[in-house]
């Protein structure tokens, strides 16, 4: 089977069947050759917040330098989110090679009437992946309870359960003490339990095991908020016997710094964790869905609250901001609570009432009867993306919308923020192409020039467009290679008339598909000329100036402030347009500088020429370095860590600065950094769409990013090239594009070592320009200035033909 036909076969495994039991995932396990015996499996159960506390331990793992895998449920989007190492998505060549090898074993098993699960086999797909990868650590969130649950088929080193109220009830008991009791078998043989269960809960799991409870001052480790510092982060304490960590957490509520302090303990149980990487690595969690803050005009929030005592979590947090009007978008599976949710909930001006596109989704209708007298007024609008459409119209500034009552909710309605649009190579019509190269051709050509683009869409959306699309002569299809079990990857293709013409006629209050439309015009509207930094007839020339004496082409030369000074006077001459100043070295092998060396080296040279008359650009991945820096008078912070520094955010919204985003694995650039990408271009984007949503969370206005692929951070030669050439598609994410390839080891891949860059360097800067680079890195600017000249003049020419040919006939371009 290839990997669509994998996918296939793993959506058509029953998602429930009445046997209980490890045994038949312990056979799959078994079957693949025992995986799990070789790697240090970590079960975190509960009732909420497992899934919080499982990427709160990734964190402070991977800052302690540990391999860790992680196996999380459900997704929001792609099974392939579930499984990952060290923060890469699973392969997909994995999950095909281990369906073609567990194949007969499920057939085999469905044979004997024991047909595995879908939640059996992903488990077992899990162990198998982090097997092949030779994780240190695999941390597996329980699925339901945790005696019978397909997780527990491992003998766990640690386990913790976060919380415990009535759930499954019809599976793990009819008590809190009974569901207590089941979900305390994920305990370790040899290691307390860590809890953060309370009352009659802990009562009866400390029958069944020992523990080391984590919560308020009676527990044996007291996790404390202490109030909220910013819209998206609170403050918290965790304090044990021998330890203790002050920190900001990015996932708020007294519940999410109980389970910090569970994911703190465990850690401690597994590693050598000290406390400033716990603090950090806690403060870099970032986990959607879960009173996720996707916009503040209006306040909207997002949270896949899916059981009652969630749904009392999320009014809590709530009373935390002051609104006016409440409009909610609800829907929920059909095997919860909820008319107890209802109740949970706080009472609504509007409550859209709304399906997920998922087979055991409760119906609106259904819903209505149970909360009705929750609010003035129920709407029922099967469609999650319209619902959400529709609240956010109704709902003004001052007002708040939130949308929750299951993952699957939050995961269409978060459509809405993360879908891109993203420009593939046009091309022209094969009669325009054969037909001459006369100016008239020319023009025709590029009044009839096509576009395609490509985006993600649900089913029922793909289908929809195209069919019109296609009715005025577009093109549209649904790929195969990259669907995902909840999106597809659609791929449109028309004229720009005839993509105008299907704005137009489709419906966009059917399926949600307002924001669509918004983006589709939006790619056919030319770049705004006047916004900062970006690229209109020219790409402008950022010069670097490193004041290190380490950086792998130049160090050394500046390091005096005059040196540093006439240097940036002579790149001024030579026709630069920011100056990139730099302090600490990312090349592979460099050695880390501190933030008082690094502030020391720079924030001289930016006081003598900040008043030169361009932009001052500073590179840095320090939080501490950028808020001097900006004091001292840059304008710009270059972040190469991609927001490594939890900080960095927070310190460039307040002082309103512009932000360059880069794609980084790992900075400085290790040799033995590992990255696989199914396609380096649309991973690259994908990851810094994530990245823009968290610094837009922080107050930096999109207008204020930069974005910047990491050439050479984490990407072999052949990725970087493949970057280069595709450059147009990162113009997706809505803000400028920066290239950094001047002098790099990228160009030993065409025979060209230290020393010997410079060409190669400058025909990718022709390749950038060309591809529509909004700023282009570089430390030769003279030689760089005339590329880019050349180009701009060739622009200037090829626009007057245009223009002056468009007036002798008559058309209009």
């Given amino acids: 089977m290839d990997y669509h036909e994998s996918i296939a076969y793993l959506e058509s495994l029953q998602r429930r069947r009445p046997k209980l039991g490890t045994e038949t995932t312990a056979t799959m396990l078994s079957h693949l050759g025992c995986p799990h015996a070789r790697i240090d499996c970590v079960q975190i159960a509960g009732s909420n917040g497992k899934g919080s506390t499982a990427r709160m331990l990734e964190s402070i793992l991977q800052g302690a330098e540990v391999k860790v895998g992680i196996f999380t449920s459900p997704s ?84 913790a359960v976060t919380s415990v109220s009535l759930e499954h009830t019809e599976l793990l008991g009819e008590t809190v003490e009974e569901i207590a009791r089941d979900k ?13 269960a309370d009352g009659a809960a802990l009562t009866a799991i400390r029958e069944e095991t020992e523990v080391i409870t984590v919560g308020d001052e009676s527990k044996d480790i007291q996790a404390c908020e202490h109030g909220m510092v910013s819209t998206v982060e609170n403050s918290v304490s965790i304090t044990a016997p021998n330890w203790e960590i002050e920190t900001n957490l990015p996932l708020l509520g007294d519940h999410q710094a109980t389970n ?88 609504a001006d509007t409550v859209y009432l709304s399906q997920p596109n998922v087979d055991r989704a409760e119906s609106s ?145 059917y399926l949600g598909l307002s924001q669509f439309s918004n983006q589709l015009q939006t790619s056919l509207t030319p770049a705004d000329p006047t916004a900062e ?109 991609g927001l490594g520094d939890p900080e960095m955010r927070f310190v460039v919204a307040e002082h309103d600065a512009s932000l360059v985003i880069m794609h980084s694995l790992e900075t400085p650039v290790s040799p033995e950094q590992d990255a696989t990408y199914d396609d380096v271009v649309e991973d690259v984007i994908q990851n810094l769409s994530q990245k823009i949503l968290l610094a837009e969370q922080a107050g930096i206005h999109r207008n204020q990013i930069i974005v910047d692929p990491g050439l050479g951070f984490g990407k072999n030669a052949a990725e970087c090239f493949e970057l280069i050439d595709r450059l147009e598609e990162l113009h997706a994410l809505g803000c400028p594009v920066m290239v950094g390839h001047s002098r790099k080891s990228m160009f030993e891949h065409v025979g060209c070592q230290n020393g010997e860059r410079l060409s190669p360097t400058l025909a990718v800067t022709t390749m950038a320009a060309e591809r529509s680079a909004d700023i282009v890195r570089v430390h030769d600017v003279p030689e760089n200035r005339a590329i880019i000249q050349t180009i701009k003049e060739t622009r200037a020419h090829r626009g007057e033909e245009l223009t002056r040919t468009s007036s002798i006939t008559g058309d209009t371009l």
């Fill in 184 to 196: 305390a078998q994920v305990a370790p043989s040899e290691t307390p339990l860590v809890t953060g």
């Fill in 533 to 641: 930094y970006s690229q209109a007839n020219e790409t402008l020339l950022m010069g670097i100036l490193n004041v290190t004496p380490d950086s792998f082409y130049d160090g050394g030369e500046y390091t005096d402030v005059e040196e540093a000074i006439q240097q940036a006077r002579s790149m001024i001459e030579a026709g630069v347009d920011i100056i990139d100043v730099g302090g600490e070295s990312t090349r592979p092998g460099a050695d880390p500088v501190s933030a008082v060396e690094e502030i020391e080296r720079i924030v001289p040279v930016i006081k003598q020429i900040s008043d030169l008359g361009v932009p001052i650009s500073v590179d840095t991945q320090k939080a501490l370095v950028a808020d001097a820096a900006l004091e001292a008078g840059a304008d710009l912070i270059n972040d190469v860590s």
């Fill in 260 to 347: 910090a302090g569970i994911a703190a303990t465990l850690a401690r149980q597994l590693v050598a964790a000290d406390e400033d990487i716990i603090e950090s690595r806690l403060r870099s969690v970032h986990w959607p869905g879960r009173f996720e803050i996707i916009s503040t005009d209006p306040l909207t929030v997002l949270d896949g609250s899916h059981n009652p005592a969630a749904c009392a979590e999320l009014t809590n947090l709530l009373d935390r901001f002051e609104f006016d009007n409440l409009y909610v978008v609800f829907g929920a599976m059909e095997d919860k609570d909820h008319r107890k949710m209802a109740d949970k909930l706080p009472s």
């Fill in 365 to 509: 209708e259904t819903l209505a009867s149970i909360f009705d007298g929750h609010a003035n007024t129920l709407k029922q609008i099967d469609s999650v993306l319209e619902a959400t459409e529709r609240a956010l119209s109704a709902a003004n500034k001052n007002d708040c919308v939130l949308v929750t009552g299951s993952l699957y909710v939050v995961a269409e309605a978060r459509d809405r923020w993360t879908r891109l649009l993203i420009p593939k190579e046009a091309k022209n019509p094969p009669a325009v192409q054969s037909s001459g190269t006369s100016t008239d051709n020319q023009l025709i050509a590029n009044s009839t020039r096509h576009q395609t683009v490509k985006t993600q869409l649900r089913e029922a959306q793909a289908t929809y467009i195209i069919d019109h699309l296609e009715s005025i002569g577009g093109t549209g299809l649904i790929t195969n290679t990259d669907t995902s079990d909840k999106r597809v990857s659609t791929v449109l293709s028309g004229t720009a008339s005839q993509f105008h013409t299907l704005i137009d006629r489709i419906d966009s209050s």
């Fill in 76 to 159: 929001l989007n792609n099974l392939r989110e579930q499984i990952r190492v060290n923060g890469q998505k699973i392969p997909k060549e994995h999950i095909q090679s281990f369906v073609n090898e567990i194949a007969p074993c499920i057939e085999g098993l469905r044979a004997n009437d024991d047909a595995p699960t879908y939640f059996e086999v992903l488990t077992a797909l899990s162990i198998y992946h982090f097997g092949l990868e030779e994780v240190d650590v695999a941390i597996l969130e329980v699925g339901i309870g945790g005696r019978y649950d397909a997780t527990s088929a491992v003998d766990p080193v640690a386990s």
